[in-house]
């Protein structure tokens, strides 16, 4: 272990160097218009894992962005772990809000940070704490200590879906085998608070359109007499949490596991600063499901949130229009043990029978996702645990993750393999936000704690 952690410290700046490599590269999933540049990440992901030592290294085409993958089996005796990640990132814009160009990462301190962060997008979520795995695993090939089998599968469309994930798993079960997979994709509670997601939440997305007058019409003239989409789309979505801050659709908590109270009080046990909370949004008050604490809200709550809506006139000056129609995107997030395409169906049913005469709707269904809980009480658990207990002087806190990584319930239905969700980032660090960055402390702290995960896992 020594030997890796030497070559750590004599290669810091050359694994900063690579990581800002990789950052300048905007590998934007969701966009079209970046599908070559998705492509180029993809390679130079190949090339480290190949550098680094991986054998049968691919870049497994797919229906969308390709898929990397690349191994080192040492024994077959061994225990194998299948690294999961992803190198795509979310976009950008707002382009205006960053202070420093989002695709020309740069380090700067901050109060969370008074070693400096890297600013870029992806630097968070999830290049930096993906590189760190192909970085640790380098370090330990060039010292002669990897101690187990270890395997490697960075998507490109986790951003967007996961769409050819699934049917690449389910195509490729052989080659996955493994014992557990590691994901570093999710956050601590603070740099001096390690701690471990065991559940993440599940997600239902969709769009929905109100169409109310076959064209727009001069809002004086028809105003008044004639249903307006967007008065009706806001009164809709209104309407779907009561005064409790509770969700109105029929049936939608049905399914929502309880926890006890003695699961809840352990939960509530997490430091929690409400006051720097509020500080880091710029928010005056706290908001949510009455009854529940801000962890509670986002680890074992489910939500229904707007995050975009749009129709009429919105460019400069005024236009006096009543619009023909009116659009949403709309997230539930889920826990266990809710169905995404069960929710789905609840609140297409509920939308529709809440919508006025004068007007027609329509629920377009995007991506989902299942709900998890990944187990505190397993050999692969307690190797993060020991690991993060080793390199940051403190044992790990368990934590429930507000954010979806889908493929950890499909990893677990097809492979019949459990997850450790073992992330190195910070809420705070303004994931999918303008200003995403992702301390300089944490990078390399990960790049530290990997190894060894893999040798308590490989000795347990
Ligand atoms: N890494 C995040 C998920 C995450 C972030 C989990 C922080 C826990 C803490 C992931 O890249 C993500 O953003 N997932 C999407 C899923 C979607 C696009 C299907 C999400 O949660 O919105
Ligand atoms: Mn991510
Ligand atoms: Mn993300």
């Given at each position: 272990?020594?030997?890796?952690?030497?070559?750590?410290?004599?290669?810091?700046?050359?694994?900063?160097?690579?990581?800002?490599?990789?950052?300048?590269?905007?590998?934007?999933?969701?966009?079209?218009?970046?599908?070559?540049?998705?492509?180029?990440?993809?390679?130079?992901?190949?090339?480290?894992?190949?550098?680094?030592?991986?054998?049968?290294?691919?870049?497994?085409?797919?229906?969308?962005?390709?898929?990397?993958?690349?191994?080192?089996?040492?024994?077959?005796?061994?225990?194998?772990?299948?690294?999961?990640?992803?190198?795509?990132?979310?976009?950008?814009?707002?382009?205006?809000?960053?202070?420093?160009?989002?695709?020309?990462?740069?380090?700067?301190?901050?109060?969370?940070?008074?070693?400096?962060?890297?600013?870029?997008?992806?630097?968070?979520?999830?290049?930096?704490?993906?590189?760190?795995?192909?970085?640790?695993?380098?370090?330990?090939?060039?010292?002669?200590?990897?101690?187990?089998?270890?395997?490697?599968?960075?998507?490109?469309?986790?951003?967007?879906g996961?769409?050819?994930?699934g049917?690449?798993?389910?195509?490729?079960?052989?080659?996955?085998?493994?014992?557990?997979?590691?994901?570093?994709?999710?956050?601590?509670?603070?740099?001096?608070?390690?701690?471990?997601d065991c559940g993440l939440r599940g997600l239902s997305y969709l769009?929905?359109?109100?169409?109310?007058?076959?064209?727009?019409?001069?809002?004086?003239?028809?105003?008044?007499?004639?249903?307006?989409?967007?008065?009706?789309?806001?009164?809709?979505?209104?309407s779907m949490h009561d005064?409790n801050n509770h969700i109105t659709i029929p049936g939608f908590y049905d399914k929502v596991q309880e926890l006890t109270a003695a699961e809840r009080?352990e939960l509530?046990?997490?430091?929690?600063?409400?006051?720097?909370?509020?500080?880091?949004?710029?928010?005056?008050?706290?908001?949510g499901e009455k009854g529940y604490t801000?962890i509670e809200r986002t680890g074992i709550r489910p939500t229904l949130d707007?995050?975009?809506?749009?129709?009429?006139?919105?460019?400069?000056?005024?236009?006096?229009?009543?619009?023909?129609?009116?659009?949403?995107?709309i997230s539930m997030r889920l826990v266990p043990n809710q169905v995404s395409d069960e929710i789905t169906m609840l609140f297409q049913k509920h939308f529709e029978s809440i919508?006025?005469?004068?007007?027609?709707?329509?629920v377009?269904p995007h991506h989902g996702g299942e709900p998890v809980v990944t187990p505190t009480?397993?050999?692969?658990?307690?190797?993060?645990?020991?690991?993060?207990?080793?390199?940051?002087?403190?044992?790990?806190?368990?934590t429930r993750g507000g954010g979806s990584i889908p493929i950890v319930a499909l990893f677990e239905k097809e492979?019949?393999?459990k997850t450790?969700?073992?992330?190195?980032?910070?809420?705070?660090?303004?994931?999918?936000?303008?200003?995403?960055?992702?301390?300089?402390?944490?990078?390399?702290?990960?790049?530290?704690?990997?190894?060894?995960?893999?040798?308590?896992?490989?000795?347990?």
């Amino acid at each position: 272990m020594e030997k890796s952690t030497q070559y750590i410290l004599e290669n810091k700046q050359r694994f900063l160097d690579e990581l800002f490599e990789l950052l300048r590269i905007p590998s934007v999933s969701a966009d079209p218009k970046y599908t070559a540049d998705v492509a180029r990440c993809a390679d130079k992901v190949a090339e480290h894992l190949r550098n680094a030592g991986a054998d049968k290294v691919e870049v497994c085409p797919t229906n969308g962005h390709p898929i990397v993958y690349g191994e080192k089996l040492i024994d077959a005796s061994l225990p194998t772990v299948l690294v999961y990640g992803h190198y795509d990132v979310q976009p950008a814009d707002p382009f205006e809000l960053w202070h420093t160009p989002p695709f020309e990462p740069t380090i700067r301190t901050t109060e969370t940070h008074p070693d400096g962060a890297i600013f870029a997008r992806g630097s968070c979520d999830d290049k930096g704490q993906m590189f760190s795995h192909v970085k640790a695993f380098e370090a330990m090939m060039k010292t002669d200590s990897l101690p187990c089998n270890i395997k490697f599968m960075i998507e490109g469309e986790e951003e967007c879906g996961s769409n050819n994930l699934g049917p690449f798993v389910k195509a490729n079960k052989e080659r996955l085998k493994s014992d557990v997979i590691l994901i570093s994709d999710t956050s601590i509670i603070a740099n001096d608070t390690p701690s471990i997601d065991c559940g993440l939440r599940g997600l239902s997305y969709l769009e929905v359109e109100v169409t109310g007058s076959n064209r727009d019409l001069h809002s004086g003239v028809y105003g008044g007499a004639v249903c307006n989409p967007i008065n009706i789309l806001a009164k809709m979505i209104a309407s779907m949490h009561d005064e409790n801050n509770h969700i109105t659709i029929p049936g939608f908590y049905d399914k929502v596991q309880e926890l006890t109270a003695a699961e809840r009080d352990e939960l509530n046990k997490a430091p929690f600063d409400v006051e720097a909370y509020k500080r880091d949004l710029d928010i005056d008050e706290v908001w949510g499901e009455k009854g529940y604490t801000t962890i509670e809200r986002t680890g074992i709550r489910p939500t229904l949130d707007c995050n975009g809506i749009w129709g009429g006139y919105i460019g400069e000056g005024a236009k006096t229009v009543l619009p023909s129609k009116a659009f949403a995107k709309i997230s539930m997030r889920l826990v266990p043990n809710q169905v995404s395409d069960e929710i789905t169906m609840l609140f297409q049913k509920h939308f529709e029978s809440i919508a006025p005469k004068g007007v027609r709707v329509e629920v377009h269904p995007h991506h989902g996702g299942e709900p998890v809980v990944t187990p505190t009480d397993s050999k692969a658990y307690k190797a993060a645990s020991d690991a993060m207990t080793k390199t940051y002087g403190k044992k790990p806190i368990p934590t429930r993750g507000g954010g979806s990584i889908p493929i950890v319930a499909l990893f677990e239905k097809e492979l019949g393999v459990k997850t450790v969700l073992m992330g190195f980032g910070l809420d705070s660090d303004a994931l999918h936000s303008p200003n995403e960055h992702y301390g300089v402390f944490n990078y390399f702290k990960g790049i530290e704690t990997i190894p060894y995960f893999h040798h308590y896992f490989a000795q347990g």
